[in-house]
């Protein structure tokens, strides 16, 4: 069965930082394109951050560049995206996606495997 599961999450102040954990089982997501979405309550979900499959690329959404990092390890079949410089805006569920592709996509139709969701919760 294949499977993502998210970690890391939690509150914390504004200006403060968490590293999120993504990982899978499965499947082998060396070959896959993978990314973070975010939901919060009465918002769609928004794209936060993409990574290619062999981490070459990445791709980040204006309102976290500077502040947000994702990065890869697929020796460990584990993405992951850290957080810095938190802002109350950025209060939400954090999802993790796995894509058919090798590239890291900021459509969510391109993904095709995702996990539970870690919330973060900044406080101001």
């Known amino acids: 069965q294949e499977q993502l599961v998210e970690s890391g999450g939690g509150l914390v102040q504004a200006g403060g930082s968490l590293r999120l954990s993504c990982v899978a089982s499965?499947?082998?997501?060396?070959?896959?394109?993978m990314a973070w979405f975010r939901q919060s309550p009465g918002k769609e979900r928004e794209f936060v951050a993409a990574i290619s499959a062999s981490g070459g690329a990445t791709t980040l959404t204006a309102s976290v560049r500077g502040r947000f990092t994702i990065f890869r390890e697929n020796a460990k079949n584990t993405v992951y995206l850290q957080l810095t410089n938190l802002k109350p805006e950025d209060s939400a569920v954090y999802f993790c996606?796995?894509?058919?592709?090798?590239?890291?996509?900021?459509?969510?139709?391109?993904?095709?495997?995702w996990g539970q969701g870690t919330q973060v919760a900044v406080s101001s």
């Open positions: 996606a796995a894509s058919s592709g090798k590239l890291g996509e900021i459509d969510p139709r391109e993904y095709d495997l």
């Open positions: 499965g499947r082998t997501i060396s070959r896959n394109g």
